[in-house]
């Protein structure tokens, strides 16, 4: 499995925001669709967004559209995931995964993980 190592995460107010960075382990992002998962505590894995690497489109899922902002520079080999208006629910640890078809981004399986980076939304 393509692993990554992720970045970014912290303890922030309801209402902050948080910047997460995610940087491949041996390969190019540019010939990958990215996705951010988030795993809240006691939950599994759950996709949150994907950018694709074909038409670059995004994709969100509903609970975090029009708050998040996922984008990819290749140059730079990096995905990031922009994290505005962040509530208590949005606490998880955050992981990146790599596959294909931004689509159908929320049914990719994965039996392991890298060390993601911890998101706590608390007041």
């Known amino acids: 499995q393509l692993q990554f190592v992720e970045s970014g995460g912290g303890l922030v107010q309801p209402g902050g925001s948080l910047r997460l960075s995610c940087v491949p382990v041996?390969?190019?992002?540019?010939?990958?669709?990215i996705a951010w998962f988030r795993q809240a505590p006691g939950e599994d894995h759950k996709g949150i967004s994907c950018?694709?690497?074909?038409?670059?489109?995004?994709h969100y899922v509903d609970s975090v559209k029009d708050r998040f902002t996922i984008s990819r520079d290749n140059a730079a080999n990096t995905v990031y995931l922009q994290m505005n208006s962040l509530k208590p629910e949005d606490t998880g640890d955050y992981f990146c995964?790599?596959?294909?078809?931004?689509?159908?981004?929320?049914?990719?399986?994965?039996?392991?993980w890298g060390q993601g980076t911890r998101v706590t939304v608390s007041s």
């Open positions: 950018t694709s690497t074909r038409d670059g489109s995004a």
């Open positions: 041996g390969f190019k992002v540019e010939h990958y669709d």
């Open positions: 995964a790599a596959n294909y078809a931004c689509s159908v981004f929320e049914s990719w399986t994965f039996d392991t």
